[in-house]
T-cell receptor, first 114, second 111 residues
Framework: GDSVTQTEGPVTVSESESLIINCTYS????????LFWYVRYPGEGLQLLLK?????QKGSSRGFEATYNKETTSFHLQKASVQESDSAVYYC???????????FGSGTKLTVEP | EAAVTQSPRSKVAVTGGKVTLSCHQT?????MYWYRQDTGHGLRLIHY???????EKGDIPDGYKASRPSQENFSLILELASLSQTAVYFC??????????FGKGTRLTVV
């Protein structure tokens, strides 16, 4: 089926350290999968962080990057130097399937310590 | 920017009671979704709708009903709430070729 697996949290890093959150996907019913990273800050709903619709391309936003790798079916999220304000829950997602449904990973809670 | 408003933001319900979660959008988007989030499971799709007066089952519909009486409103109904339905519920909207916008979530505790 269609599914997403990502780094289990929680993840704690110190400010200015680098970060990688792993994400792999399985897209059996979606012909041309799009890949997404969503972020949920405390008290807020999920919001789109970045999106890549073409294999081999890289998306970036707010210092985060992710490359759509079709060969390894991966879409890892990276940041060279995290800040305290990056503390949030990050979700990798795959879609769209019929009726624009997205499939989400389990979420990775990131805490950045000062 | 899309506006998706969920109500209530949090609720405590009694086992066996009826619970209605509401979602309202102001963007006139066709697609509306209800997701459930549990620790370790991420978001799972309960019901969705792509047109008013019609709803479809998602991946985990058992124990839930949905209602889309208008383009703007999409409700999730728990006729007989159970302990296992304690979770955070997210409403989301999307139109063709646009990103998905989420509400802030409803924290439901069934006791």
């Amino acid at each position: 089926g269609d599914s997403v697996t990502q780094t289990e949290g929680p993840v704690t890093v110190s400010e200015s350290e680098s970060l990688i959150i792993n994400c792999t996907y399985s897209a059996t019913s979606i012909a041309y999968p799009n890949l997404f990273w969503y972020v949920r800050y405390p008290g807020e709903g999920l919001q789109l962080l970045l999106k890549v619709i073409t294999a081999g391309q890289k998306g970036s936003s707010r210092g985060f990057e992710a490359t759509y790798n079709k060969e390894t079916t991966s879409f890892h999220l990276q940041k060279a130097s995290v800040q305290e304000s990056d503390s949030a829950v990050y979700y990798c997602a795959l879609g769209p399937s019929n009726y624009n449904v997205l499939y989400f990973g389990s979420g990775t809670k990131l805490t950045v310590e000062p | 920017e899309a506006a998706v408003t969920q109500s209530p933001r949090s609720k405590v319900a009694v086992t066996g009671g009826k619970v209605t979660l509401s979602c309202h959008q102001t963007n006139n988007h066709d697609y509306m979704y209800w997701y459930r989030q549990d620790t370790g499971h991420g978001l799972r799709l309960i019901h969705y709708s792509y047109v008013a007066d019609s709803t479809e089952k998602g991946d985990i519909p058992d124990g839930y009903k949905a209602s889309r009486p208008s383009q703007e409103n999409f409700s999730l109904i728990l006729e007989l709430a159970s302990l296992s339905q304690t979770a955070v519920y997210f409403c989301a909207i999307r139109d063709r070729d646009t990103e998905v916008f989420f509400g802030k979530g409803t924290r439901l505790t069934v006791v």
